[in-house]
């Protein structure tokens, strides 16, 4: 089982905007409460599962290739929020919507988190062996619309209400499928950045000079 | 052999087990569709039907479960043909049997409207030709389901299209919810109202597990009691179960007390438990489920039992309510919203829904009020209309029991209107009144709700689905008349048993102080016997009255709720105001600062000495041009720049009050049409531009997400607007963004006489560029908010 731990505020606030600026009681305060409302919403699910390297959902482009060099196996894996935050999200959208950009934002935090916790669970399998970082349909040239290809493989509309639309958007959209590689050997440290990001042209982060360092 | 006589001639119907755990025995590779199985190796699928049938199965389930266009789409197949394949299979297999082949259907595999992009109406497309392919079966199991509203969806399919039995099972986690938040008693609520044949549990825990949901289940289900549970709890690499033949059987046959009437296994189960189950019931009898009756309604996750008074908000009702109307011409979904949202925080239980009104189509306007409403309130609601065609369009997309508002005594009403009560499994309203208007006597009255009641009970609708409106009058206009009302309402109550509801508002038309009339008609009423007062529960005393009446009458045992409701309101989870500096009166520090109710009062201040559009024009626009400047230079935080425009938004509302009440001239800079585009469900970005445009004084009209670009050129055309917003969030849907600009510069009625475009069109999202906002033929590209009002500066002035 995986529980929401404490949501990190610098993470959200960098997704709200402003930069390097202090936090008044009043955002310090939102943030308290939006993360209180997350954590009484939040239903967690998670799937993993071990496919054979050479499966064909791992054989789109040059990205995933790369990725997976020198790995012999691969865990696909997706995680939820579930559907409740959508929900809160919406409600909070029409009470208050500058609280629902705080939950929209402190949601990402969360699901990410989520993400890291899977990891360390897949990790703890493989002991003396190297993982990956998370790839995700969507990164560089990997087609999104593997994304129901994945679902279907971990049985995610089934196990935890997860699924895709014609967009291959997720829904509950408070979620996320990615592939991990593993090795006998040490990995060279590749790191989720900005080479395989669609949003490099555009991130406003990037042009204020920072990365997206995980 | 038919499903009617195996329920009469059996003590328990025993189902199949699991296909696909078969299947992937029979090497079935993960990815592969099953259901494509059934052309390419019949044989083995007709096989593994015939080892269920060895085993004991009186109901084997087609290889359909995932036949669907949507999931099948790509594959070579369609539906029909899987389908009409599968059925054949089953239907060899069970040949010189009196074995049962029932056409299986899962769930579509993409989330229903509001948290995915599926909707209603496409749902029930999908399901309608899996059943019309499906003919040849001899019943129809929707199983598997964890959303009470595709389940709905299927068993309308199913009804509209075949006559045949109906067994429904969803999937229940450990909290005894779905996925989906829906609960036992909704589902055995909802599902019974829809006529289904056998309604139960099947997939994601083992017998022991599902104990408590079965336990459940037995309470609120009059229904036969289906369990079809998995071989324990997988593991989650391996995916294998973890529960014997053996142990399945002995857990299943522990359900027996609980109602336990057809059952089966699901993932993980083989032939061999259900020839375990088999024996393991050999020598039991089944108990029939003693179910108590109460009356209820429900929405797919709250169920509301009017077994003490209940408060039912009447705000969302046009009548007398110029902003209301106002907001329906426009199609202000977000005024309707807020409405349904502060009800339910002032303790509504039910809402009404009445968006009644001639200059707009009811039908499509009710239709949206429903689904959007359930998808922000968890109460029930009540479908309020005058029009049959409104009522019914309201009752099918409602998710849950609804009440219908109302049937009177004429035979016409009672003619039209029950069936569809009856078909959609509501409770109604039952006005006493009839042709000759509304009785002047309390006994008159009684009369027409016997009648009704009586005619009711024709229809297959019972007692308690029925709650009788004895109808207030106006107490200036006629003073015996409330007392009349009030012994109509106890002669109902007691000699008819049926629940009683009424509008109370109505008693004080006329006098001054109408809120004391209103509350001291309201508490006599509930002494009389009212359950469903219905009123504006935003009116403290109001609502109180009905809190206090249930302490003094020990309904509120230990008065926990009162004293709850009171200290909540006094303590609770109140959100900060930011304190005032009270009486500097300056409207721009207080928008700076996001201060509503200051903004508010410091506007009503200044109406006394300016014009509204003055207000509007010099303080109102350079307060809150100041937050967006100290946002995009990054000075403050995303939520701050909104309560700054949430508070310019109270000073908005006092200055269309104003202009509401002295003209009709409307204090708009011009119309804007936003949408996000269709394949994209990411909204909140659009609606953070919504917010500010709104408060910069533009009229927004807006489409919402997922929008098809038909909609967007047919509302800009008969709106005449010329000013076009669109988002998309994904790389994916840029190309709908691509389509929908297409279609308004390629529409005639879009373009002027030269053939340039009418429409000026601005767009955004997170993966757009400027570059490819040019290329796919926008006007502007706006990063964020603030440049989108920038935007509508330049173009609307």
């Known amino acids: 089982m995986i529980k929401l731990e404490k949501l990190s505020r610098q993470e959200c606030l960098r997704y709200l905007g402003g930069k390097n600026l202090s936090v008044t009681p009043q955002i310090e305060n939102m943030l308290d409460i939006c993360e209180k409302k997350i954590f009484e919403t939040a239903s967690v699910k998670y799937l993993y599962k071990e496919i054979p390297v050479d499966s064909p959902v791992l054989h789109h482009g040059n990205d995933i290739e790369e990725h997976l060099k020198g790995c012999e196996k691969a865990v696909v894996m997706c995680a939820t929020l579930g559907a409740g935050i959508d929900r809160l999200i919406r409600v909070s959208q029409i009470t208050d919507m500058s609280e629902a950009v705080v939950i929209d934002s402190l949601a990402s935090v969360a699901i990410e988190q989520v993400c890291n916790q899977v990891d360390m669970i897949v990790s703890s399998l493989y002991p003396g062996e190297y993982l990956t970082f998370r790839f995700s349909c969507g990164y560089g040239d990997y087609p999104i619309d593997l994304q129901g290809e994945f679902l279907r493989i971990l049985d995610a509309p089934r196990k935890i209400g997860l699924c895709t639309n014609k967009s291959s958007l997720l829904t509950p959209t408070k979620s996320v499928t990615a592939v991990m590689g593993i090795s006998k050997n040490p990995i060279e440290k590749r790191k989720r950045g900005c080479a395989v990001c669609n949003m490099r042209e555009n991130c406003k982060f990037r042009k204020a000079g920072l990365r997206c360092d995980i | 052999m038919t499903f009617k006589e195996l329920l009469e001639t059996k003590e328990f119907i025993i189902l199949d087990g699991a296909m696909g755990t078969m299947l992937q025995k029979s090497g079935l590779k993960v990815g592969e569709i099953p259901e494509l199985l059934g052309i390419s190796h019949p044989e083995i699928i007709t096989g593994i039907h015939k080892s269920y049938i060895d085993a004991g199965a009186h109901i084997i ?16 197949y369609s539906a029909e043909e899987v389908i009409k394949t599968a059925v054949v299979n089953a239907k060899k297999a069970a040949e010189n049997t009196d074995t049962l082949v029932a056409l299986d259907i899962g769930p579509i595999g993409q989330l229903l409207e509001p948290a995915g992009g599926l909707a209603f109406e496409e749902a029930y497309e999908i399901f309608k030709e899996q059943i019309l392919a499906g003919s040849d079966a001899d019943l129809i199991v929707f199983e598997t389901m964890t959303d009470l509203y595709e389940l709905k969806a299927a068993v309308l399919a199913a009804k509209e299209n075949s006559d045949k039995p109906i067994i429904c099972t969803m999937t229940f986690e450990k909290d005894l919810r779905t996925f989906t938040g829906c609960s036992v008693e909704c589902m055995a609520m909802t599902l019974k109202g829809l006529g289904v044949d056998a309604m139960g549990l099947n997939c994601s825990l083992g017998p022991e597990e599902m104990f408590p949901i079965a336990e459940q289940l037995s309470q609120f289900s009059p229904l036969p009691i289906v369990i079809k549970p998995n071989a324990g709890l997988p593991d989650p690499n391996s995916n294998t179960y973890d529960v014997s033949p053996e142990e399945f059987a002995e857990s299943m046959a522990k359900l027996v007390p609980l109602g336990l009437r057809i059952c089966g296994g699901c993932c993980g189960t083989t032939p061999e438990y259900i020839e375990k189950l088999c024996e393991a019931l050999k020598d039991k009898k089944h108990v029939e489920n003693t179910v108590r009756k109460y009356p209820a309604v429900c929405s797919a996750t709250k169920a509301v039992d009017i077994e003490e008074p209940r408060i039912i908000g009447e705000r969302i009702n046009p009548t007398g309510k110029k902003l209301f109307k106002q907001a329906l011409i426009d199609g202000d979904m977000d005024y309707i919203l807020n409405q349904a949202v502060a009800q339910v925080k002032g303790g509504a239980d039910i809402l009404d829904v009445n968006v009644g009104l001639p200059e707009i189509d009811e039908k499509e306007m009710m239709v949206r009020a429903v689904k959007e409403i359930q998808a922000v309130v968890d109460v029930p609601l009540q479908i309020d209309t005058t029009k049959p065609d409104v009522l019914e369009a309201g009752l099918r997309v409602y998710n849950g029991k609804a009440i219908v508002n109302s049937v009177n005594g004429e035979d016409e009403s009672i003619a039209t209107v029950l069936p569809l009560v009856k078909k959609y499994g509501a409770s109604v309203v039952g006005l006493t ?55 109509a309402l106890k002669m109902v109550k007691e000699k008819l048993g049926c629940k009683t509801v009424l509008g109370v508002s109505n008693i004080s038309f006329g006098l001054p102080e109408r809120e004391l009339i209103n509350r001291t008609f309201l508490t006599m009423a509930l002494e009389n016997g009212l359950d469903l007062p219905i009123i504006n529960p935003n009116v403290d005393s109001m609502t109180g009255a009905v809190r206090a009446y249930k302490v003094l009458k020990a309904i509120d045992k230990n008065s926990v709720k009162f004293i709850e409701s009171y200290n909540q309101a006094n303590v609770g989870e109140k959100k900060p105001q930011p304190t005032a500096q009270k009486g500097t009166g300056d409207l721009a520090e207080a928008i700076e600062n996001g201060l509503k109710s200051e903004c508010a009062a410091i506007t009503k201040e200044l109406l006394n000495t300016m014009e509204p559009l003055e207000i509007v024009n010099q303080k109102l626009i350079p307060a809150l041009d100041k937050a967006g400047d100290s946002f995009e230079k990054g000075k403050t935080f995303l939520p701050q720049l909104i309560q700054s425009a949430n508070a310019a938004q109270a000073c908005f509302e006092i200055i269309k009050e104003k202009i509401a009440s002295s003209s009709n001239a409307p204090v708009s800079k011009g119309k804007i049409i936003l949408a996000t585009v269709k394949g994209d469900i990411h909204d909140i970005g659009k609606n953070i531009v919504k917010v500010l445009l709104d408060n910069y004084g533009y009229t927004v009209v807006d489409l919402g997400r997922d929008v098809d670009p038909q909609k967007v050129v047919d509302t800009a055309i008969a709106q005449n607007i010329k000013m076009i917003g669109l988002s998309a969030l994904m790389t994916t849907t840029l190309k709908s963004m691509e389509d929908t600009i297409k279609l308004v510069r390629n529409t005639p009625q879009l373009q002027n006489p030269d053939g340039t475009s009418k429409c000026v069109i601005f767009v955004g999202g997170a993966v757009l560029t400027k570059d490819y906002a040019m290329k796919i033929g926008a006007d502007y590209y706006c990063k964020d908010a603030k440049e989108s009002v920038d935007t509508a500066k330049l173009v609307l002035g």
């Open chain 2, 61 to 76: 389930y087609a290889n359909t479960f995932g036949a669907n266009s949507y999931k099948l789409e790509g594959c070579g």
């Open chain 2, 433 to 487: 009144l009839d042709k000759g208007g509304i009785p002047k006597t309390a006994e008159g009255r009684f009369a027409i709700a016997e009648k009704i009641v009586k005619a009711s009970q024709s229809y297959g609708i019972s007692r308690e689905d029925v709650y009788i409106d004895c109808l207030t009058l106006t107490v200036s206009a006629e003073q015996e008349g409330a007392a009349e009302t009030l012994k």
